[in-house]
Every structure is written in structure tokens, then in C-alpha cells.
């Protein structure tokens, strides 16, 4: 069967997403932990086929913040005529750095089958892949001195996968020295931004909401440890 995201690929969502994810990785790669984890907990694949004469008109609509973003798929696509989704963007991203780690998640089994080859030609990161997003929390170890980035990113985000994975966060969180989390949330809901979030708690004590948009029927949100909210706030949001 196939994977409903290759019709989304490049879509405006799908542009507005990643070019936040630049943005962010870029951020928390500044704050130069010794160790950055990126975990995707619904990957699709490193890369796909795009329609790049649309991409190419969608990127014209965004402000010069997003030039890195449009640099990096531009010249991926001159070299190999594919177009790089979160995962293959946080790897092109991370690539140098001597401790970076991606934890990915893809529950269809074709897709992950291709998503397995990808990492193996596409990138040198160590890298570890899980059947389902909920198996966060066997992954996720406590770690000092540490960059965490989690893109969550399903169809349609339910309250229940939420609260597992806000559980393994802020459990990994409480065991960890020195620790800079961000998590981008993408999701579907055609109510408004408060109505919608407010389905989704989070533990306050340790993050804080810094941005929510909702375009269409879209909602794009991020969530940061309490240390760098204000940063990311001045920083990304300005
Ligand atoms: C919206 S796409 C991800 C797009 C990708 N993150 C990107 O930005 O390029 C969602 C993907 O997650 C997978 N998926 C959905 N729910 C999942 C779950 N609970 N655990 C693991 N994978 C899941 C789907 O098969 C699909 O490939």
C-alpha cells in the first residue's frame, strides 16, 4: 500500500515544516552540547521524488529566514534530483558533528524497508530505527551536556501517543544534566490554536510552548525546555 505522505512531499505544509526544522537544528547546534540527538517519531523516508517546479514556486512565498533551508534542498535536488524530507535534512545537517545520533520511527513496513537503505547510502550518523512511535521511552536514555531535537509528526496526533511521548521526554528529562530539548509538533485539526492545544498538555515545571500557528486546516507548534525559551523565542521568532 502505498505511504499517504508521497503525495504530501514538497507540499506548502511539508515546506513550512522543514524550513522551521532548519532553523531550529541550526539554533540548537549553536548552543554546541558534546552531544545532539535528533529523533524523528514519524520519519517517511530521508529523501523522495518531488515536483520541484512547485517547490520551487511555494519557497518564493517564504522570508529570507528560510534561505539555509532553500539552499540545502536546492543543491540536494541539482546532484540527485530528489528532494530530502525532516530526516534527511537533520542528518545533512548533523553530518559533522562528532556525536549525533538519529533515533527514527516509521510504522509502515515498506516505507521503512526503502528508509533502512536510504540511511545506509545517505548518511554516516549512527542511527537507530523503531517499529512505532510509542517505543520512545526504550530509546530515549538520559544523557548529559546534550542537544535534543524531536520532530513529531503523524497524520493526526492522538492525545494518548501524546502523553507517552511527553511521559518518555520529561522522564529522560528529570535523569539528565544540562539538557536543551526543542520538539516541533505538526498536526491536523481544523479547530483554533487554543482549542487545539490545549488537547495536548505538557509538564510546565520543565517546558514551555514558544510558537503555534495554524494555517488552513495545519498546526504548527514548538516546545522547548524552560532555559532556552526565550532564546528560541528571540532567536527563531523574532
Ligand atoms: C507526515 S509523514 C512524516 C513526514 C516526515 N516527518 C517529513 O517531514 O518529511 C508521517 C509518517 O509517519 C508514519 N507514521 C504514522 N504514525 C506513526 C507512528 N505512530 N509510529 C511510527 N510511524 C508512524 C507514516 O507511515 C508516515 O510515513
Same mark, same amino acid.
Given at each position: 500500500?502505498?505511504?499517504?505522505?508521497?503525495?504530501?512531499?514538497?507540499?506548502?505544509?511539508?515546506?513550512?515544516?522543514?524550513?522551521?526544522?532548519?532553523?531550529?537544528?541550526?539554533?540548537?547546534?549553536?548552543?554546541?552540547?558534546?552531544?545532539?540527538? !535528533?529523533? /524523528?517519531?514519524?520519519?517517511?523516508?530521508?529523501?523522495?521524488?518531488? +515536483?520541484?517546479?512547485?517547490? *520551487?514556486?511555494?519557497? #518564493? %512565498?517564504?522570508?529570507?529566514?528560510?534561505?539555509? !533551508?532553500? /539552499?540545502?534542498?536546492?543543491?540536494?535536488?541539482?546532484?540527485?534530483? +530528489?528532494?530530502?524530507?525532516? *530526516?534527511?535534512?537533520? #542528518? %545533512?545537517?548533523?553530518?559533522?558533528?562528532?556525536?549525533?545520533?538519529?533515533?527514527?520511527?516509521?510504522?509502515?513496513?515498506?516505507t521503512k524497508k526503502t528508509l533502512k537503505s536510504q540511511l545506509d547510502t545517505l548518511t554516516k550518523l549512527d542511527h537507530q530505527i523503531m517499529n512505532h512511535s510509542?517505543?520512545?521511552?526504550?530509546?530515549?536514555?538520559?544523557?548529559?551536556?546534550?542537544?535534543?531535537?524531536?520532530?513529531?509528526?503523524?497524520?493526526?496526533?492522538?492525545?494518548?501517543?501524546?502523553?507517552?511521548?511527553?511521559?518518555?521526554?520529561?522522564?529522560?528529562?528529570?535523569?539528565?544534566?544540562?539538557?536543551?530539548?526543542?520538539?516541533?509538533?505538526?498536526?491536523?485539526?481544523?479547530?483554533?490554536?487554543?482549542?487545539?492545544?490545549?488537547?495536548?498538555?505538557?509538564?510546565?515545571?520543565?517546558?514551555?510552548?514558544?510558537?503555534?500557528?495554524?494555517?488552513?486546516?495545519?498546526?504548527?507548534?514548538?516546545?522547548?525546555?524552560?532555559?532556552?525559551?526565550?532564546?528560541?523565542?528571540?532567536?527563531?521568532?523574532?
Amino acid at each position: 500500500m502505498q505511504n499517504i505522505q508521497t503525495s504530501n512531499v514538497g507540499n506548502f505544509g511539508d515546506i513550512i515544516k522543514h524550513a522551521l526544522l532548519v532553523q531550529l537544528i541550526r539554533f540548537l547546534k549553536n548552543r554546541s552540547r558534546s552531544n545532539f540527538i !535528533y529523533v /524523528d517519531l514519524h520519519t517517511f523516508l530521508m529523501q523522495h521524488a518531488a +515536483n520541484f517546479p512547485t517547490w *520551487s514556486s511555494n519557497v #518564493a %512565498q517564504l522570508d529570507n529566514a528560510c534561505k539555509e !533551508y532553500i /539552499d540545502i534542498e536546492r543543491e540536494h535536488y541539482s546532484k540527485t534530483n +530528489n528532494y530530502l524530507c525532516s *530526516s534527511g535534512i537533520a #542528518a %545533512q545537517l548533523l553530518e559533522k558533528h562528532s556525536h549525533a545520533n538519529l533515533i527514527l520511527s516509521e510504522q509502515c513496513a515498506e516505507t521503512k524497508k526503502t528508509l533502512k537503505s536510504q540511511l545506509d547510502t545517505l548518511t554516516k550518523l549512527d542511527h537507530q530505527i523503531m517499529n512505532h512511535s510509542t517505543e520512545l521511552s526504550s530509546y530515549l536514555k538520559s544523557s548529559s551536556d546534550t542537544a535534543l531535537f524531536v520532530l513529531i509528526d503523524p497524520f493526526k496526533l492522538e492525545q494518548k501517543e501524546w502523553s507517552e511521548h511527553m511521559s518518555a521526554i520529561t522522564n529522560v528529562l528529570q535523569q539528565s544534566t544540562n539538557m536543551d530539548v526543542v520538539i516541533e509538533v505538526f498536526n491536523y485539526d481544523e479547530r483554533s490554536v487554543d482549542e487545539h492545544w490545549k488537547d495536548f498538555p505538557i509538564d510546565e515545571s520543565v517546558l514551555k510552548r514558544v510558537y503555534a500557528i495554524k494555517y488552513n486546516k495545519y498546526h504548527l507548534a514548538v516546545f522547548t525546555t524552560l532555559n532556552i525559551a526565550d532564546q528560541v523565542s528571540l532567536k527563531v521568532f523574532k
